[in-house]
Structure formats: C-alpha cells, structure tokens
C-alpha cells in the first residue's frame, strides 16, 4: 500500500508529492493505533470506505466580521488567513504535508518524531520538537505558525497561546478520513487550498482503487499494532 498509492500524472503529483504520499501512508495507520490509545482503546465506528468519504473541498474558511478569513481548529478557535513564513511542526502527519505543500525555507521545525521517520534524510537541517515540552525553545524560533495533533488534551494547547504563539490544532488522528482533512486544513493555512485539494483527491481515489476489485465478503480483516515507548498499542476500525 505504501509504495502503490500514488504515481505521478501532473507536474503537481511530482517525485516530491510521491515522497509525501508514501510516507503519510505509513503515518495514517500510526495515526489510528495513536488516537485508539487516546480514548484507552476503544475502536470508533465502523470505518466508511475510501470512495464514501466527504470530499475535501468540504474544508472552507470562515468570513470574519471585519474582513479576512479565518480557518477553525478542533478546539473551535478561528485561525485568520495570512502568509506563513515560519511554520513550526508538532505533529508527525503535518511533517511530511508541509514539505509537499510549501518551501523549505517557510519551515523552521519538524516534530519530535521527524528523526525517526523512514525518511528522516528529508527533515534534516531543521530542528525537531514537542510542542508539549520545552516551549523555550519553541518560542526561541519565533514561529509565526504552530502545528499540533492535541488528541483530546488541550490545555498545553492554551498555554502555548498564552505566550503568543498561534496554534492550529487538527485534533485527534483516526486514519484516513481525519487525514483528508487535516490536508485541507494545512492547504488553507499555506494558502495552497489546489494544491491540497489535488492531494488529497488522489490519495482518496487511489486509496479507492486499491480493493475496488475484491468483493467486500472477500475482504480480510486486520490489525495494527503499533509501538508507543514501553506500551503496545491495536489500532482497529469496527
């Protein structure tokens, strides 16, 4: 699934869009078997084929009263519109949708778990963080953006804005259908609301094709389990 889900069909799907893809992938399942431990392992509903899964261009910002736009995050908090030119990282699925979706030199940190990637090549020269600690050095890059998956605990999230940092939280991580989402969230931040739109659509379609052929009693279930320091944690749909 990892190396198949995209091949290049426009200047936009590029190698680069590749990298993207095949590493967010990976991520999507991590995500999941994340979020599952969040809730102290209770499974959501069953999970929605690919091909039922709300468009991405149902993300759109909100017009604010004295002009502009604005994006809400999962906290509800608006988010204005403008140009971002020191994007800081705190989340491992932003990592790899901010190097597909903007410049490098608009980037000034990665997640805590950049390093450890697959590709941790591609993130390197940039420092790495956790925005839940050490928020000296946080605000020592001066970032004029902040990327976070909160999964449901918020209040480190406040006390980053109350030290005048702007946060976007894209909330809880359940797979693919949050990170559709988020890939419309992030565009909109970047200003690059196509660009993601062109993503996410066709990490959708060829996610869709990936089983098309194989009739749903045919279908195997499955289970993610994935590593999270000492604990082992199943991520499962249904």
Request: net charge positive; proline share 7%; hydrophobic share 45%.
């Amino acid at each position: 699934l990892v190396l198949s889900l995209v091949r290049s069909r426009s200047p936009m799907l590029s190698r680069r869009a590749t990298q993207w893809i095949n590493a967010t992938a990976a991520l999507v399942a991590v995500a999941a078997s994340t979020g599952a431990a969040a809730t102290f392992g209770a499974a959501p509903a069953r999970a929605r084929p690919a091909s039922e899964l709300p468009s991405p261009a149902s993300i759109e910002p909100s017009e604010l009263p004295g002009g502009g736009r604005a994006l809400a995050d999962a906290t509800g908090t608006l988010i204005p519109l403008a140009p971002r030119h020191r994007i800081a990282s705190s989340s491992l699925l932003a990592d790899p949708l901010l190097l597909a979706l903007t410049a490098p030199t608009d980037i000034v940190a990665f997640s805590a778990r950049a390093p450890l990637a697959r590709d941790a090549y591609r993130y390197a020269g940039k420092p790495s963080l956790d925005a839940t600690r050490r928020v000296e050095h946080l605000i020592e890059l001066q970032p004029d953006l902040v990327l976070v998956n909160s999964l449901g605990e918020h209040a480190w999230i406040e006390q980053l804005r109350s030290v005048g940092l702007v946060v976007f939280d894209l909330g809880s991580m359940w797979g693919v259908e949050t990170f559709l989402k988020n890939v419309m969230q992030i565009g909109w931040l970047l200003g690059r609301p196509d660009a993601a739109r062109e993503l996410a659509a066709h990490f959708r379609e060829r996610l869709a094709a990936i089983a098309r052929h194989v009739p749903p009693s045919a279908r195997k279930s499955a289970l993610y389990l994935g590593v999270h320091g000492k604990d082992l944690f199943g991520g499962t749909r249904g």
